[in-house]
């Protein structure tokens, strides 16, 4: 009996030593596994600024494709984004048109841009003396006098695109369909600048600026024209000798603008 005693408690002791031995041996096994599988950071993939095994030229940047645009900037409307077109002669010219309708809608966002970005400079009522210019800034072109008059509608998105004379550009600021309705706002500022009585329609009451000022309880000034102070500085005229230093002329001659693409093309013989 003692034997047999002996015998059981030696095949226990045999089997608890394998059934931990298989635990170990399971244990190690599922760490092998894990400790070989593959995290998303070995994964085969472009890292930016380095190179790549995958391509023949062992370079992980790629080119781009040739003649292709990105979404939302074909800007297949020229006209929309340049304010001018190609002319039979080959230069870019002007247009005194907009190229979308003009709505309240648009005249309102016109006012409000030109009152956050143009005032500063031409005044809330375009006449060239906004603060800037009381606080000793280059006199800004005036909307009303005859040389802006004349020019056509596309003139003024042309240079708030590019900038001209002391004026920097305001591309960066302005998005191409603000910047035309400033430049609708401006048409519209010479309008009402230059109205009369018979230009209102009927049934609409005319009414005095100096008693809107009132109303509004600003003096009777403030509807009249702002005078120039004594601390702007005066442009003088162009000296031609001394070339034009990084600006061109702010006034010159001729309002229309025409930029060359390329040279005329030559006449046809005839």
């Keep these: 009996m003692r034997k047999q005693l002996s015998a059981l408690s030696s095949q226990l002791s045999a089997f608890r030593a394998a059934r931990r031995g298989a635990l170990l041996t399971g244990a190690a096994a599922i760490m092998l596994v894990a400790g070989c599988r593959q995290d998303m950071q070995d994964q085969p993939k472009i890292i930016s600024q380095r190179g790549s095994e995958f391509f023949a030229d062992h370079r992980g940047a790629r080119p781009q494709v040739a003649n292709t645009v990105a979404r939302g900037q074909l800007h297949e409307d020229s006209y929309f984004y340049t304010g001018v077109v190609q002319g039979a002669n080959g230069y870019r010219e002007e247009k005194n048109e907009m190229p979308f309708p003009v709505t309240l ?34 006199p800004a072109a005036n909307f009303h006098d005859q040389v802006r008059l004349s020019q056509p509608l596309s003139h003024y998105f042309y240079v708030m695109t590019h900038g001209y004379g002391a004026m920097p550009d305001y591309s960066a600021q302005i998005a191409p369909v603000d910047r035309w309705a400033v430049a609708a706002y401006i048409r519209a500022l010479q309008l009402s600048q230059a109205a009369t009585a018979e230009d209102v329609p009927a049934g609409i009451q005319i009414r005095n600026l100096k008693d809107v000022a009132r109303e509004n309880h600003l003096p009777e000034s403030f509807a009249e024209p702002w005078p120039l102070p004594a601390t702007a500085i005066q442009a003088y005229p162009h000296d031609l000798k001394q070339g034009n230093p990084a600006m061109a002329p702010a006034n010159p001659d001729d309002p229309m603008i025409a930029i060359p693409l390329s040279k005329p093309a030559p006449a046809a013989a005839k």
Aim: glycine share 14%; proline share 0%.
């Design 105 to 138: 809608e648009v005249l309102q966002r016109g006012q409000e841009r030109f009152n956050i970005y143009c005032s500063v400079c031409h005044s809330r009522v375009g006449n060239g003396l906004g603060m800037v210019v009381q606080r000793g800034y280059k």
